[in-house]
């Protein structure tokens, strides 16, 4: 049966208003991918980047992002900023999610370390790219939720745990890939320990009342990181032992 058929076909069984939703949906997940395109493209001096890369572009426009909200931001899903997810949390930036994602240069096959998981956006985001994830939420309700609503969606390439995400996951250690979901005010060694040697570290470095800076360190051959200041940034404070 050809796919329009069959979309035809869905349409009338479930009704026109479901259909019209999806489509609605569909319009505004494409609108935001053009809006993040654009806004890389501005950055992309300081990102060290030419532009977006077309697999995280399509890993965005297949992951429902209104999935992963309350149900009373649901409206909102697909406008470019953050939104609340309960626990004095956030659901980040699409744009924010984007350039993390691409910065940490991962494919398929590739195992990424999460600090937290949040609603679970980002993990999804990094699964679409074909990533084996493995994320850490300090929050219990959150990490319920986060790996409750990945489920529905049939991913399996997440994991999520409850607990103090600057421990790691040394068990599954060392990643291709790690990123920091939360502002930090030092890089903690836990977590350059589980990192190969050639992979990357995407974090958003600085206090909750001061200028943030997203940094990128890569680590070489020999242990060394270098690191590179790319954007300033605004996110939540982190929790758990590396608070301050």
Not at 31 to 59: K, N, Y
Request: proline letters at 7%.
């Amino acid at each position: 049966m050809k796919p329009l058929l069959l979309a035809s076909l869905l349409c009338l069984a479930i009704g026109s208003g479901a259909c019209a939703r999806n489509d609605d949906m569909t319009d505004a997940r494409n609108h935001l991918i053009e809006q993040i395109e654009s806004e890389v493209r501005m950055t992309a001096r300081e990102l060290g980047v030419s532009g977006l890369d077309p697999r995280v572009a399509d890993a965005l426009r297949r992951v429902p992002r209104e999935r992963f909200v309350p149900e009373s931001e649901r409206h909102l899903a697909y406008r470019n900023h953050p939104l609340p997810i309960g626990g004095g949390q956030t659901i980040s930036q699409p744009y924010i999610v984007a350039i993390m994602s691409q910065l940490l240069a991962v494919g398929p096959g590739d195992r990424v370390f999460e600090l937290g998981t949040g609603s679970g956006y980002q993990a999804a985001v990094l699964a679409a790219l074909g990533v084996e994830v493995y994320s850490v939420e300090i929050v219990p309700e959150l990490a319920a939720r986060a790996a409750a609503t990945l489920a529905e969606l049939g991913e399996d390439k997440v994991r999520v745990r409850a607990g103090d995400g600057w421990l790691g996951w040394p068990e599954a250690a060392p990643f291709d890939g790690i990123v920091v979901t939360a502002a930090a005010p030092a890089l903690p060694r836990h977590l350059i320990d589980q990192l190969k040697p050639n992979g990357r570290l995407v974090i958003p470095l600085g206090g909750a009342d001061s200028i943030q800076q997203l940094a990128l360190f890569e680590k070489d051959a020999d242990g060394r990181l270098q690191r590179r200041n790319l954007i300033d940034v605004r996110f939540v404070p982190v929790t758990g032992s590396m608070a301050p």
